[in-house]
């Protein structure tokens, strides 16, 4: 079976090399988004698919629109049976669904139809879900639209981030696709429509997402902090700079402290924020301004943050 895979971030990898552990499949090509460049001085820096299909001597395409007709030539003279995509980051367009004579299989980070988009694991934990799941689809002209294959569902566990569910969902993911493909190819997997009225829609993330509205309950607070971790972080104005909260949970405690105020901090305690509602939010691991990212309590033991004062406030 020949096999074009579409993928670019560290998800995409582990079903990548899914694909080179099946006998039945060969790849012939491994398109990706550009290098992009990254850090203070701008150095291009390839993406984690494109590393990994060197290293294994794979053809790489990139384009930075796919849907053009240079990616359309390219994908056509490479004649595959099936195509497979797995975050890919951009819109496939008709004329390219229309070359494998299998079609096109998706690897979704969730639980088909909820959390369609670009950034279905952060939205699965900002808004505090139990469970999440890979759902293997076929892709259509739609976004996350198309029939579906197979699902795995995965249990959230209670501090989890979204930097290491995504770790877990790309292994399970990878999983998942062989199994699909296995059963796809051999007419064993009816697909499924899916329920429109169970469909939700999750846009993309952006900088200002992880400012924290401490008017908002603990809980809530906590479950933002996750779901923004590692990217794009969440933050809160502090005596005229920006302190990075990376871990946080809910204290279990009330107070009738105004929201944003610090009503504990010390190396023994820790630091205790008040939130909306009479909730309490510790703050487990956070980044003070010029300072290194480090526990709260280490951080306490060396710097004094005083009993009062407001988060929140520019």
């Known amino acids: 079976m020949r096999v074009v895979f579409m993928g670019t971030p560290d998800f995409a990898v582990p079903s990548l090399r899914a694909l080179e552990g099946m006998d039945e499949v060969e790849i012939v090509g491994v398109f990706t988004q550009p290098d992009r460049p990254v850090g203070r001085g701008h150095k291009l820096e390839m993406p984690p698919v494109k590393r990994e299909a060197l290293e294994n001597g794979l053809n790489v395409f990139q384009f930075e629109r796919v849907r053009k007709q240079e990616g359309l030539d390219a994908m056509r003279a490479l004649k595959p049976d099936l195509v497979v995509t797995a975050a890919f980051g951009q819109i496939l367009s008709k004329k390219l669904l229309e070359v494998p004579r299998m079609g096109t299989v998706n690897v979704h980070a969730s639980l088909l139809p909820r959390h ?73 997997i009816a697909p499924v429509k899916q329920n429109e009225a169970e469909m939700t829609y999750e846009p993309l993330l952006t900088k200002e997402l992880g400012r924290i509205d401490w008017m908002q309950d603990a809980r809530t607070i906590a479950n933002l902090v996750r779901g923004v971790n590692p ?30 105020t610090v009503f504990r901090a010390s190396a023994k305690e820790g630091l205790f924020v008040a939130c909306g509602n009479g909730t309490v939010l510790e703050i487990v691991e956070m980044q003070a301004p010029n300072a290194k990212r480090m526990n709260a309590k280490t951080y306490l033991s060396g710097r004094k943050i005083e009993i009062g004062t407001r988060f929140g406030e520019e």
């Open 231 to 260: 990217w794009p972080g969440a933050y809160t104005a502090v005596d005229g700079g920006v302190l990075k909260i990376w871990l946080a949970k809910p204290a279990g405690v009330e107070t009738d402290q105004k929201p944003g």
């Open 116 to 188: 369609r988009g670009a950034a279905p694991i952060n939205w699965c934990l900002i808004q505090g879900e139990k469970v999440t799941g890979v759902t293997t689809m076929l892709t259509d002209a739609g976004l996350d639209t198309g029939d579906m294959l197979l699902k795995k569902e995965v249990e959230i566990g209670e501090n989890e981030t979204a930097g290491e569910l995504t770790e877990r969902l790309a292994q399970v993911g990878a999983e998942l696709l062989a199994e699909t493909i296995r059963r796809y190819a051999a007419g064993e």
